[in-house]
Every structure is written in structure tokens, then in C-alpha cells.
């Protein structure tokens, strides 16, 4: 592998290198794929724009950055040696202990080798005459393959140039999924973080002890749950070791990928003293249970959602007690869960100190950004010296559209998802052969699930997929234009009867300007989902065009 590239006819020029796949990203999802496909004999390579493997975890190296997956679930099935091997040292490690991880995996199954860092992959043009895709790279390389799969990731393009006036700025600025690997000082410094959610709460509750002042751009409260963190005894180490099969049944079998899942039945059969235990149990056990673990109702059931909110909003506003706070920081006007439900460690209480300020961003949006800070709509300047993004991404898509890929009859998938947002499965697209997505639209992974679950199962059944082709001497697949109507329609109906779809979030496109509109995330759950796709198998991928 990894051959030098050989030299073409013309002078200068060399041919492209050959391999049976290329895979974009080496984080959770990349590094598995690699392992699977190189595993099955096939000539592989991994294709990283970072300098080590990690992706989402080694990118996002932001004060506080912490998983809110316990660790025990975020993690890889494929090999109990593997599991036998690591310790998680809590139940919620931080950014640097999961991208050791990811290290150690890389290490441990010698990826590393058939990984090319420090390159992004510029454009793959599906070639009809030869059936192959043809991948050009920023460091001038060609690759010829195959097959094509992305794990580029969800969570892996920031958005940027949000606000006009950007470079004026005479301070620092930072997104949060850009951090520099060197410590940023605050010392003495006037921060401003601008965003709230999961990303933001992280940075604003590690940093405000540490800064001189920190004013928050606030555009929409978070519901919030205190993290309960902890750290693993060795006996609990070795009570998930020796689960290990269970857990791993468990967060296969489940809604959101978790070893939780909707347990307690209907909310209507529940007495309302029954409903308030459940809800103060898992308020108590700190993670994200209350949301996806609770009653399957809160996602679906306005009334039980309306409840449940009253609930969280009651336990938020007693952490905090002030009523001006409250109302700043208390969230209203949309339903517990329908946005992506944040853990955090004394993220309320952080408003209380002296040097910690709020701007309602909503009243007096941020107008651009001035060499002193940032401009609201009210003419007020906040004066700065560092200045903290915390806005997110373009989840889902924006790892693929900043790429030209191109299938057959040169259509561009940038162009295709300008218009629509549509997949088969969640990861074939119509007209695109031989090109396989994970986390990518109307998949769970996409948005709804844990990710490492979703992103093993995806491997897993891509590999699957790629081997039937091998076996019968096939040389490319590709989902037929009714087929991939079938899945965004029943994507669709699925949607419809989720409140997800109605609340304005990354989930649904809706912090992405232009971005088509339509639930990312499939919603019927992990488990559902992973039916579907194992019928499509065992069934030959008979609905499929295989040539
Ligand atoms: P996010 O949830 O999209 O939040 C972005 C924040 O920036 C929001 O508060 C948003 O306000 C604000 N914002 C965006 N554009 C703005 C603008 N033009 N003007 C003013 N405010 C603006 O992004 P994130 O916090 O990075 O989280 C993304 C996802 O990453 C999470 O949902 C989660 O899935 C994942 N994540 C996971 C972990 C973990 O496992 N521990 C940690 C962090 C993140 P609005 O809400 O009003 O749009």
C-alpha cells in the first residue's frame, strides 16, 4: 500500500494512485472503515485534513470540551481485547481522554499506516468510462478508486463569516472547533463568547473563573441538565467490561443509541405522582436519559412535551432563584428536547458571579464586529479582547457540499442538496454509484444517536455491501431514483410526527441560511432504522441498481 505514484505518459504528470477505497476522515467512523475494509483484504487509504486521527476529537480542543455520552457506550464493539485493553477514567472524560482513545485504536490496529494526514480531499469525479471515482487532493495527488466513503463527520464544518466585520477586530478570535493546540491565556482579558449551546455552555462554564470579565451573546436559552460526572471505580470498570456483549446488544437495540432507552411506557398510563418519580430519577442520574430514556412522548406528544418542559424549567430555575436571571436564562417559547439538550457543570450558576454578563442577542442582534468588540442593533459596542464563536456548524451536509463531488452525468452533490435534501438510507445517493455516506441526511447518525453506534453500524453494513459486490463480481451499486423516493418519504412521515421538525435548530437546517429545510435526522430510531437496513441486505440489496 501506499505505493510511490507511478509515472504516465506525459512528463511531470504522474497516474493517479489505485485503491479498491478511499475514505474521507479518520475520526470514530474513518478509522473503523479503514479497519473493516483493510480487514476484508481490500487496498485502502484514509484521507485527514488534521495531523493525527480523531476527527470530531481532534478538532474540537475548546476549553471544557467533554463527551456527554457516558463513556462506557461511546466507544467501539468491534474487538472485546480492544475494550479489555482501555480504561475510561469517568463517566464523562474529557476532549483529551477520547482523542487518547482514538489514538490508542490507531495504534493498537496499526491504521496509521494507510492514513494520509494533513491533506483534504479537493474533488472525486465519478468516472462512467472506467466506473471509478478519481479523487484529487490539496497536496496535488491523485487517487483512483473504487469505491468512495465519507466519514467526514456531522459536527465537522464550522460556519463561518456569520458577522460582518470579522477581521476589524484588533483582538483574538476563536472558533471553538478551531482551537490552537497551544492553551489561550484569559488572564486579565475581556472575553465575549457568542453562542449557548452545547458547545458554548462548555466554554462559558470553564472560562469564567479564569477570565477578567466574560460577556455572553445570547440568542435563544438552552434547556440544560447538571452533568452528573463522576469518576469509575475499578469495580465499575470491570462490571462494563464484563457487560460488554449486553451494553453492546443494549445500544444497538435502542432509540438514540444509548444502553438507556423509553422504558417506563406511556406518560398517559403513568399516575402523575408515577411520571414526577421518573422524572426526578432521571433528573438525578445527570446525562441525557431524561431526554431520550424518559417517555417516548416527549418527542412526539405536544401535551406531554409541554409537561415534561414545566419540569425542567421548574428544576433551572430553582439553581438559579434570581427572577431576572430566570427569565434570561430559562428557556421558553419552544419544548424541552426539541433542540439538542445540553449537561453541563454549573453553567446557570456561572451567571451569578460578578464578572459574568449576559446580552439578549435576540433584542438587540449582533450587527457586526468593530476593531473595540462586537456592535449590537441598539448601537451598543461591547468591548473585547478575545472573542469566542461558539455557533456551530453546517451539521450533516457541509463536509460533503465543500467538496466537488461529482457523479454521473457530472452532477454536483453540492447542487442536488442546494435543492433537496435527499439520500436512500441515509447513505447512498441516487445517481452518485459506488459512493457510500455515514452520518449523512436522513440516517439517525445524522443527528439523533450516539455516534459511535450509528457510526459502527453504518461501516458495518457499507463493508457489508462492498464485499456481496466483490464476491459476485459486481462493479458498482447505486440506489434507483424510486428507491431513494421510497426512504424520504417514509424519512418524511417519520418526521412528521416528531416535534423536532417543528423547532428551528441544526437539526432541521435552520441555522444554515439556504439550507433545504427537512429534518436531518431519521426518527424513528436507531433501532428501527437499523431494520430497514438489515432487510435491504439480507434481501441482496435487491431494490438497488448493481451492475
Ligand atoms: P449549536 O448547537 O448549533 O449552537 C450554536 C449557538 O450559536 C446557538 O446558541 C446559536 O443561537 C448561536 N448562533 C449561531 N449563529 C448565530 C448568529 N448568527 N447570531 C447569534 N447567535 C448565533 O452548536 P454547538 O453548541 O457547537 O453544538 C453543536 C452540536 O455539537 C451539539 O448540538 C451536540 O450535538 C454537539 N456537541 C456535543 C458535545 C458533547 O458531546 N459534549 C459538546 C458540544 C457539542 P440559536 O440557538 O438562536 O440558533
Same mark, same amino acid.
Given at each position: 500500500?501506499?505505493?510511490?505514484?507511478?509515472?504516465?505518459?506525459?512528463?511531470?504528470?504522474?497516474?493517479?494512485?489505485?485503491?479498491?477505497?478511499?475514505?474521507?476522515?479518520?475520526?470514530?467512523?474513518?478509522?473503523?472503515?479503514?479497519?473493516?475494509?483493510?480487514?476484508?483484504?481490500?487496498?485502502?487509504? /484514509?484521507?485527514? /485534513?488534521?495531523?493525527?486521527?480523531?476527527?470530531?476529537?481532534?478538532?474540537?480542543?475548546?476549553?471544557?470540551?467533554?463527551?456527554?455520552?457516558?463513556?462506557?457506550?461511546?466507544?467501539?464493539?468491534?474487538?472485546?481485547?480492544?475494550?479489555?485493553? #482501555?480504561? #475510561?477514567?469517568?463517566?464523562?472524560?474529557?476532549?483529551?481522554?477520547?482523542?487518547?482513545?482514538?489514538?490508542?485504536?490507531?495504534?493498537?490496529?496499526?491504521?496509521?499506516?494507510?492514513?494520509?494526514?494533513?491533506?483534504?480531499?479537493?474533488?472525486?469525479?465519478?468516472?462512467?468510462?472506467?466506473?471509478?471515482?478519481?479523487?484529487?487532493?490539496?497536496?496535488?495527488?491523485? &487517487?483512483?478508486?473504487?469505491?468512495?466513503?465519507?466519514?467526514?463527520?456531522?459536527?465537522?464544518?464550522?460556519?463561518?463569516?456569520?458577522?460582518?466585520g470579522e477581521?476589524n477586530f484588533a483582538g483574538e478570535v476563536?472558533?471553538?472547533?478551531?482551537?490552537?493546540?497551544?492553551?489561550?491565556?484569559?488572564?486579565?482579558?475581556r472575553?465575549g463568547?457568542?453562542?449557548?449551546?452545547?458547545?458554548?455552555?462548555?466554554?462559558?462554564?470553564?472560562?469564567?473563573?479564569?477570565?477578567?470579565?466574560?460577556t455572553?451573546?445570547?440568542?435563544?436559552?438552552?434547556?440544560?441538565?447538571?452533568?452528573?460526572?463522576?469518576?469509575?471505580?475499578?469495580?465499575? %470498570?470491570?462490571?462494563?467490561?464484563?457487560?460488554?456483549?449486553?451494553?453492546?446488544?443494549?445500544?444497538?437495540?435502542?432509540?438514540?443509541?444509548?444502553?438507556?432507552?423509553?422504558?417506563?411506557?406511556?406518560?398517559?398510563?403513568?399516575?402523575?405522582?408515577? %411520571?414526577?418519580?421518573?422524572?426526578?430519577?432521571?433528573?438525578?442520574?445527570?446525562?441525557?436519559? &431524561?431526554?431520550?430514556?424518559?417517555?417516548?412522548?416527549?418527542?412526539?406528544?405536544?401535551?406531554?412535551?409541554?409537561?415534561?418542559?414545566?419540569?425542567?424549567?421548574?428544576?433551572?430555575?430553582?439553581?438559579?432563584?434570581?427572577?431576572?436571571?430566570?427569565?434570561?436564562?430559562?428557556?421558553?417559547?419552544?419544548?424541552?428536547?426539541?433542540?439538542?439538550?445540553?449537561?453541563?457543570?454549573?453553567?446557570?450558576?456561572?451567571? &451569578? %458571579?460578578?464578572?459574568?454578563?449576559?446580552?439578549?442577542?435576540?433584542? /438587540?442582534?449582533?450587527e457586526r464586529i468593530v476593531a473595540q468588540g462586537v456592535q449590537t442593533?441598539?448601537g451598543q459596542v461591547h468591548e473585547l479582547d478575545v472573542l469566542?464563536?461558539?455557533?456551530?456548524?453546517?451539521?450533516?451536509?457541509?463536509?460533503?457540499?465543500?467538496?466537488?463531488? %461529482?457523479?454521473?452525468?457530472?452532477?454536483?452533490?453540492?447542487?442536488?442538496?442546494?435543492?433537496?435534501?435527499?439520500?436512500?438510507?441515509?447513505?447512498?445517493?441516487?445517481?452518485?454509484?459506488?459512493?457510500?455516506?455515514?452520518?449523512?441526511?436522513?440516517?439517525?447518525?445524522?443527528?439523533?444517536?450516539?455516534?459511535?453506534?450509528?457510526?459502527?453500524?453504518?461501516?458495518?453494513?457499507?463493508?457489508?455491501?462492498?464485499?456481496?459486490?466483490?464476491?459476485?463480481?459486481?462493479?458498482?451499486?447505486?440506489?434507483?431514483?424510486?428507491?431513494?423516493?421510497?426512504?424520504?418519504?417514509?424519512?418524511?412521515?417519520?418526521?412528521?410526527?416528531?416535534?423536532?421538525?417543528?423547532?428551528?435548530? #441544526?437539526?432541521?437546517?435552520?441555522?444554515?441560511?439556504?439550507?433545504?429545510?427537512?429534518?436531518?435526522?431519521?426518527?424513528?430510531?436507531?433501532?428501527?432504522?437499523?431494520?430497514?437496513?438489515?432487510?435491504?441486505?439480507?434481501?441482496?440489496?435487491?431494490?438497488?441498481?448493481? &451492475?
Amino acid at each position: 500500500m501506499n505505493n510511490p505514484e507511478t509515472p504516465a505518459g506525459t512528463p511531470g504528470v504522474s497516474a493517479p494512485q489505485r485503491y479498491d477505497a478511499v475514505i474521507i476522515g479518520a475520526g470514530i467512523g474513518g478509522l473503523y472503515q479503514l479497519y473493516r475494509l483493510r480487514g476484508a483484504g481490500l487496498k485502502v487509504i /484514509a484521507i485527514d /485534513a488534521g495531523s493525527s486521527v480523531g476527527g470530531t476529537w481532534y478538532w474540537n480542543r475548546y476549553p471544557g470540551a467533554r463527551v456527554d455520552s457516558p463513556s462506557h457506550v461511546y466507544q467501539y464493539w468491534f474487538s472485546e481485547a480492544l475494550n479489555d485493553a #482501555w480504561d #475510561w477514567s469517568e463517566r464523562f472524560p474529557a476532549q483529551p481522554e477520547t482523542e487518547r482513545y482514538l489514538n490508542f485504536v490507531a495504534d493498537r490496529f496499526e491504521l496509521r499506516k494507510d492514513i494520509r494526514f494533513s491533506t483534504r480531499v479537493l474533488s472525486c469525479d465519478f468516472d462512467e468510462t472506467c466506473q471509478r471515482w478519481q479523487i484529487q487532493t490539496d497536496t496535488g495527488s491523485r &487517487l483512483d478508486a473504487k469505491y468512495l466513503i465519507s466519514c467526514a463527520g456531522t459536527l465537522s464544518t464550522p460556519l463561518k463569516n456569520l458577522f460582518e466585520g470579522e477581521d476589524n477586530f484588533a483582538g483574538e478570535v476563536y472558533h471553538t472547533a478551531r482551537w490552537p493546540r497551544q492553551p489561550v491565556d484569559f488572564t486579565g482579558k475581556r472575553v465575549g463568547v457568542v453562542g449557548t449551546g452545547a458547545t458554548g455552555i462548555q466554554v462559558i462554564q470553564t472560562i469564567a473563573p479564569q477570565v477578567q470579565s466574560l460577556t455572553v451573546f445570547q440568542r435563544t436559552a438552552p434547556y440544560t441538565i447538571p452533568m452528573r460526572n463522576r469518576v469509575y471505580s475499578n469495580a465499575q %470498570r470491570a462490571d462494563f467490561k464484563a457487560r460488554f456483549q449486553d451494553i453492546k446488544t443494549a445500544v444497538r437495540n435502542s432509540f438514540v443509541g444509548f444502553d438507556f432507552d423509553f422504558r417506563y411506557g406511556s406518560y398517559h398510563d403513568a399516575s402523575p405522582q408515577a %411520571r414526577r418519580e421518573v422524572l426526578e430519577t432521571l433528573w438525578d442520574d445527570g446525562s441525557l436519559a &431524561l431526554w431520550a430514556g424518559s417517555y417516548g412522548e416527549i418527542f412526539n406528544d405536544q401535551a406531554v412535551n409541554d409537561e415534561v418542559s414545566a419540569f425542567v424549567r421548574e428544576k433551572m430555575s430553582e439553581r438559579i432563584k434570581d427572577p431576572a436571571l430566570i427569565q434570561q436564562l430559562v428557556p421558553t417559547g419552544y419544548g424541552f428536547g426539541t433542540r439538542r439538550v445540553p449537561l453541563d457543570t454549573g453553567y446557570l450558576e456561572t451567571f &451569578l %458571579r460578578p464578572n459574568v454578563q449576559i446580552v439578549d442577542i435576540k433584542a /438587540a442582534p449582533i450587527e457586526r464586529i468593530v476593531a473595540q468588540g462586537v456592535q449590537t442593533a441598539d448601537g451598543q459596542v461591547h468591548e473585547l479582547d478575545v472573542l469566542i464563536l461558539a455557533t456551530g456548524f453546517d451539521a450533516s451536509t457541509g463536509a460533503l457540499t465543500q467538496i466537488d463531488i %461529482r457523479g454521473r452525468d457530472r452532477q454536483l452533490l453540492r447542487d442536488e442538496w442546494s435543492r433537496d435534501l435527499r439520500t436512500t438510507l441515509g447513505m447512498m445517493v441516487h445517481k452518485f454509484p459506488n459512493l457510500f455516506l455515514t452520518a449523512a441526511p436522513l440516517s439517525p447518525g445524522a443527528a439523533l444517536c450516539n455516534a459511535p453506534t450509528c457510526l459502527q453500524h453504518q461501516v458495518e453494513w457499507i463493508t457489508d455491501c462492498i464485499l456481496f459486490l466483490e464476491k459476485n463480481h459486481r462493479v458498482t451499486v447505486e440506489p434507483t431514483q424510486e428507491q431513494q423516493d421510497r426512504w424520504v418519504a417514509h424519512h418524511d412521515e417519520m418526521a412528521a410526527t416528531s416535534l423536532l421538525a417543528k423547532t428551528r435548530s #441544526w437539526y432541521t437546517g435552520a441555522n444554515v441560511d439556504g439550507k433545504p429545510k427537512r429534518l436531518l435526522a431519521y426518527a424513528g430510531g436507531v433501532n428501527v432504522y437499523r431494520e430497514h437496513c438489515d432487510a435491504v441486505a439480507a434481501q441482496g440489496y435487491a431494490d438497488f441498481r448493481i &451492475l
